[in-house]
């Protein structure tokens, strides 16, 4: 089992930053893939970035690369996701997902295992 807990959230300006965190409770957080997803009122739940078990891979979406950076911290049992260059559009419910099954995770959330309860980031002037 893994709890995890997003933490980081808030409204910031166009172009600022935030640094989400997700923590993770159980053995098993060093075992699993890590994703980010963010899903905005009214629309899909859509993959933003994952990073392999180890931490020596990432993936990004196309819409965030470049701006945003996804890491773990296998000691501390969390995960960060930091973003820059904020923009309207990337406002959105953040999650944290953690994938057992796939070592070097997923674009897709049905491959998830286990989800955080968001946090919201508001991006606005």
């Known amino acids: 089992q893994v709890q995890l807990v997003e933490s980081g959230g808030g409204l910031v300006k166009p172009g600022g930053s935030l640094r989400l965190s997700c923590a993770a409770s159980?053995?098993?957080?060093?075992?699993?893939?890590m994703g980010w997803f963010r899903q905005a009122p009214g629309k899909e739940r859509d993959f933003v970035a994952v990073?392999?078990?180890?931490?020596?891979?990432?993936s990004y979406a196309d819409s965030v690369k470049g701006r945003f950076t996804i890491s773990r911290d296998n000691a501390k049992n969390t995960g960060y996701l930091q973003m820059n260059s904020l923009r309207p559009e990337d406002t959105a419910v953040y999650y944290c997902?953690?994938?057992?099954?796939?070592?070097?995770?997923?674009?897709?959330?049905?491959?998830?295992?286990?989800w955080g309860l968001g946090t919201q980031v508001t991006v606005s002037s």
């Open positions: 997902a953690a994938s057992l099954r796939y070592e070097g995770g997923s674009y897709y959330p049905r491959d998830y295992d286990y």
């Open positions: 159980g053995r098993t957080f060093s075992r699993s893939a």
């Open positions: 990073i392999s078990r180890n931490g020596y891979s990432t």
